[in-house]
């Protein structure tokens, strides 16, 4: 089988290949109320990774039968664009797809007031439509903000990002080079105002202090992009209130 060879990821200045040092996040861009025909949305950029997120409900759950007595059931399909990849991806869910669309479902469940109401149906749609690294963990910081976009009760927002291993050091938001070439990556979600865990996972090998190191750094990123989603949903309610 033929070798690819390895590039090198960072250089002797501790520079990555896109000019960031370790604890850089891409140019990060975030907006909410993007899409009209939605009940809520929000749109997540960093750096050439782009992502849509958007919610409809809460609503009558159908089918009828897999209504609950007690709580909204939330449904949850993350997607990525034929066209969102180098490789035209295929069209439909594939396995990968599913996995993610369930994990970030679990992560959303937690902070929704899903109790609130019973019977119905929340849907989340998330589209990926530019893909470098990262998507999940942008889908879900765009999702928990269109969740809030559409007045949706909730404890708290939930920011994400992922951060690794490459070339031996512990980096922030990984690009899809950095995700494909390093030797860890691990996204990570977190409820910033009780700063809850609520998505972890880890691909590749970290020992036990670079697993702290890199929670750490985690949690620095997302702080700064919680920032950045509660600045979005003030302008959007500085401007709605303009228009009043
Ligand atoms: P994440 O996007 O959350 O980092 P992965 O680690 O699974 O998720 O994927 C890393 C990157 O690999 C993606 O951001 C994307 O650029 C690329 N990728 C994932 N799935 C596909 C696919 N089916 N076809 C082509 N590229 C893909």
Redesign the pocket.
């Known amino acids: 089988m033929e070798q690819t060879a390895r590039p090198k990821l960072i250089d002797e200045n501790g520079r990555r290949l896109d000019g960031r040092g370790p604890t850089d996040l891409r140019p990060l861009r975030i907006e909410v109320s993007v899409l009209e025909k939605s009940d809520g949305s929000a749109y997540v950029e960093l750096g050439k990774?782009k992502v849509f997120a958007a919610v409809y409900g809460p609503k009558e759950a159908h089918p009828k039968h897999l209504s609950l007595p007690d709580r909204a059931i939330l449904n949850c399909r993350y997607h990525?664009t034929s066209f969102s990849?180098?490789?035209r991806?295929?069209l439909g869910m594939?396995r990968?797809e599913v996995e993610?669309s369930k994990v970030i479902r679990e992560a959303l469940e937690s902070v929704v007031f899903l109790e609130e109401f019973p019977r119905s149906a929340i849907d989340v749609f998330i589209e990926?439509v530019q893909?470098?690294?990262?998507?999940?963990?942008a889908g879900l910081t765009a999702a928990s903000l269109a969740l809030a976009d559409a007045g949706i009760p909730m404890r708290e927002l939930i920011a994400a990002v992922?951060v690794g291993k490459v070339d031996g050091r512990i980096v922030l938001d990984?690009s899809?080079v950095e995700?494909?070439y390093g030797e860890a990556?691990m996204?990570v979600g977190i409820a910033p105002r009780s700063n809850t865990i609520v998505l972890l996972q880890l691909?590749g090998k970290m020992t036990k202090d670079e697993f702290r190191q890199g929670l750490m750094l985690a949690q620095m990123g997302i702080q700064k992009i919680y920032q950045a989603q509660c600045e979005a949903l003030r302008k959007k309610y500085e401007s709605s209130m303009r228009e009043a």
């Open positions: 990774t990525m990849t180098d490789e991806k295929t594939t990968r993610l990926v893909a470098d690294g990262g998507t999940r963990t992922a990984l899809d995700d494909k990556d996204p691909n």
